[in-house]
């Protein structure tokens, strides 16, 4: 007799089928284009290049999957790696459905909430992405007005700030020695700037659970 599926089978059955699905079209676009335009790459150039690039794509990656998923839960994750903007577009509208909610990603609940709120978050971008498309002539003018430009500027950071103004003030001891740390890198290290993001959200919370358990230890929290 066959057992029925609960819901979290489910969720990893078709998060592992579409997530794998979306990896062979990424990959099939290159390999047709290539071979229709009878235009094969310069594979030792290609190969040379992977050797440069691909290991930090991998860490970045395994990174974000340890990052990720306890906030996002299993299905938000699946989606999230599916449709990209993670850490500026994904995380922060999950992570505010479950705030409004009062659930943790960890929940049964979570997984629900998470996953709609993501869902939800890919359809409008689809659709603010249709529009942009359609509108981006007569708009052009009024996007590239210069008095709009210091407001579209502080658009994530607002954003984020928001976010941060909620969270911190829950434990406002947790929150010091991150936030230090990221003023203290991205102020001295000029390099470091909003496409290093990827990189520097995993690598904030892995130092913020490490301090968190250096603090809980010694009394602090």
């Known amino acids: 007799m066959k057992q029925n599926m609960t819901y979290m089978d489910k969720v990893h059955k078709w998060g592992t089928t579409w997530n794998l699905s979306m990896m062979v079209l990424l990959l099939a676009f ?19 290049g992977l050797l440069a690039t691909a290991p930090m794509y991998w860490a970045v990656g395994v990174v974000e999957t340890f990052t990720y998923i306890p906030m996002l839960g299993a299905g938000g994750s699946y989606l999230s790696f599916v449709t990209g903007n993670i850490s500026n577009l994904k995380m922060p509208c999950a992570l505010n459905a479950l705030e409004q909610a009062e659930v943790k990603a960890s929940s049964e609940e979570g997984e629900v909430v998470s996953t709609i709120a993501i869902a939800i978050s890919s359809i409008v971008t689809t659709i603010i992405i249709i529009l942009g498309v359609l509108l981006i002539v007569p708009l052009t003018p009024v996007l590239e007005n210069p008095i709009l430009t210091p407001a579209f500027d502080q658009m994530i950071p607002a954003l984020f700030g928001g976010l941060g103004v909620a969270f911190v003030s829950r434990n406002w001891k947790i929150a010091i020695a991150p936030v230090t740390l ?23 919370v892995l130092f913020t659970v490490g301090i968190s358990r250096l603090m809980y230890k010694k009394g602090m929290l």
């Open 182 to 204: 990221m003023l203290i890198l991205f102020i001295t290290i000029p390099a470091l700037n909003a496409g290093t993001v990827g990189i520097m959200v995993p690598v904030s």
């Open 30 to 48: 290159p390999v047709v284009v290539a071979l229709l335009f009878n235009a094969m790459p310069d594979w030792q150039g290609l190969l040379m």
